[in-house]
């Protein structure tokens, strides 16, 4: 596959990732909005700060790594040893599950029973959800790999919309069930993600789509692990070794993704009731982030993997693929920059309204507004620190990601202390803060390494994060006019005052966005030929 295909199919894959996560967004959205007026906030804390955090543990500990590693490079691998390292994935999450699960039992401050009824039998059922989950695992690889780019959608959002389902349904119907009422969801959740990747690849395999593109397996007997003929190794050790150095990576990544909520879980800094508060204002400040920059970030690491050699030098490279990594790159930081600048600068003014639309003045009051705003200041920070990452990681070599290690290593400890002290200062606006801090070293890291990489190259992909003198002028006017309409418009002056607030973002809104079509001519054409445009015979 040449360099442009890869990169028509990683735009592709953006585009409908990007969709997935809007879905999956927007209908968190409305479900924590529903459920918000049927259950207890402390059972949403519970639910969705505990017992996801050990969920979203156990799957990004035992599959991340191998991920990456086995998504890297450009040339054909012997995919019979991908995919029985792959297999590692269901053991290593059964022994996460049983090693995290009894942490969650014995070791955690359980919650009152009496309030959130169930603890116990939860903690196992959402351990079980995450290793039904690595069960496709394998497949998932193989259909990043060879860009089956509406698989991932069909599968997740089919999934999610059942398991939305299931929980209003009993949510309203039987809310006594406790926290069985999300159990049962989640069950739902992860066995639709794999009966839906094993139904579409017992329907492709030895089909004429699949005889075409030379497909490397041809029944279901292939994608199980096996010993082989004794030829070749059972794994391919360059890859596990890979996979190694990754894994160690994931651990510290998984700290600083998650690290509010494990500093939450393990040092009790915010009661139930303040986590689930909290973790409903993180959820709407982070929706852009989540369905936007994610799948960019995911999709166009393959991109960056496949069309650059990992760990070589620009001269060792071919020029054209390198352009082309160099222009994507820049075009893909000057993208999340504007995004996350008008985030910034929109959601300053308009959280405190959000917050009383979405939840009334359970959210609205107290620490909710300025916890938000904070967030949309970190917003910026996540974009641009998930594109440097999405390509540091995509070029560096074995020995690189070793070393990144030690600093993530350095990263985590300090995020941990800052979140614990900062918290106990500032509430949890200390936990937004310490985030901030942290994606900052992260940032400078990845734009030191890319700044060494392009040196001796006449590319320079960092301009992306200069924009334009026009758009960085609108954007100030837009934050001082919302800023004076918030102050005399909203929120306490009925809904004609607050509609008049809105008016003036939505008029801002379009002055910001006429001066990027001006102005930003390079990122308008890149958004319209690269990430817009339907792209026939590219999908599978």
């Known amino acids: 596959m040449s360099a442009q295909d890869v990169l028509n199919s990683a735009t592709t894959l953006a585009s409908y990732n990007v969709l997935l996560q809007v879905t999956f967004r927007v209908l968190t959205f409305l479900l924590n909005a529903f459920t918000l007026r049927f259950v207890s906030k402390e059972l949403i804390g519970v639910v969705n700060v505990r017992l996801t955090l050990l969920y979203t543990t156990v799957v990004f500990l035992s599959r991340e790594a191998f991920r990456r590693a086995c998504l890297s490079g450009k040339t ?26 009894s942490v969650w039992l014995y070791l955690l401050e359980a919650p009152d029973p009496l309030t959130v009824p169930h603890y116990g039998p939860a903690v196992a059922l959402f351990g079980l959800s995450a290793i039904q989950e690595l069960l496709c695992e394998p497949l998932w690889v193989l259909a990043q790999a060879h860009m089956f780019v509406r698989l991932k959608v069909v599968a997740e959002s089919l999934a999610m919309v059942a398991r939305c389902l ?34 579409y690849f017992l329907h492709f395999l030895g089909s004429p789509a699949a005889k075409r593109m030379t497909f490397p397996f041809h029944s279901v007997g292939d994608l199980l692990p096996s010993v082989g003929n004794g030829e070749q190794p059972v794994v391919n050790w360059k890859l596990a070794r890979l996979t190694w150095s990754f894994f160690k990576q994931s651990f510290l990544k998984q700290i600083l993704t998650e690290g509010e909520r494990y500093v939450m879980t393990f040092l009790n800094v915010l009661n139930f009731g303040d986590q689930g508060i909290y973790d409903i204002v993180n ?53 999340v920059m504007v995004i996350g600048l008008i985030i910034t600068v929109f959601g300053y003014s308009y959280s405190n309204l959000a917050l009383d639309i979405y939840g009334g003045s359970l959210l609205s009051s107290g620490t909710g507004p300025s916890l938000l705003r904070c967030y949309c200041g970190y917003v910026l920070l996540l974009a641009v620190n998930g594109v440097t990452e999405c390509f540091t990681f995509a070029v560096m070599s074995r020995e690189e990601v070793d070393r990144y290690n030690m600093m993530m290593l350095a990263l985590s400890v300090s995020f941990l202390v800052l979140s614990y002290f900062l918290t106990w200062f500032l509430g949890s606006v200390g936990f937004i803060l310490a985030n901030c801090l942290n994606m900052g070293l992260r ?93 026939s015979g590219k999908e599978s």
């Open 166 to 199: 299931l929980t209003v349904l009993l949510v309203v119907s039987a809310p006594q069930l406790g926290l069985y009422v999300f159990c049962t969801a989640q069950l739902l959740y992860t066995g639709c993600l794999v009966l839906c990747y094993a139904a």
């Open 283 to 335: 959820n709407l400040g982070s929706m852009v982030a989540r369905f936007v920059f994610l799948p960019i970030e995911e999709s166009f690491y393959v991109f960056f993997a496949k069309v650059l050699e990992r760990g070589q030098e620009i001269r060792q490279q071919r020029n054209d693929d390198v352009a082309m990594a160099a222009e994507v790159l820049e075009c893909l930081l000057k993208l």
């Open 76 to 101: 054909e691998h012997n995919w019979k040893q991908i995919i029985n390292l792959l297999w590692l994935t269901v053991p290593l999450g059964l022994l996460w599950a049983f090693a995290l699960g």
């Open 443 to 535: 940032i400078t890291h990845s734009l030191l390494y890319i700044s060494h990489y392009f040196r001796d190259s006449p590319w320079e992909p960092l301009r992306g994060l200069l924009p334009s003198p026009a758009l960085l002028l609108a954007l100030g006017l837009s934050a001082a006019l919302t800023i004076f309409s918030e102050v005399t418009l909203c929120c306490d002056g009925g809904w004609v005052l607050r509609l008049a607030h809105v008016a003036v973002g939505g008029v801002c809104l379009l002055a910001v966005l006429t001066t990027i079509l001006l102005a930003e001519t390079r990122l308008v054409r890149f958004i319209r030929t690269r990430l817009l445009t339907r792209r």
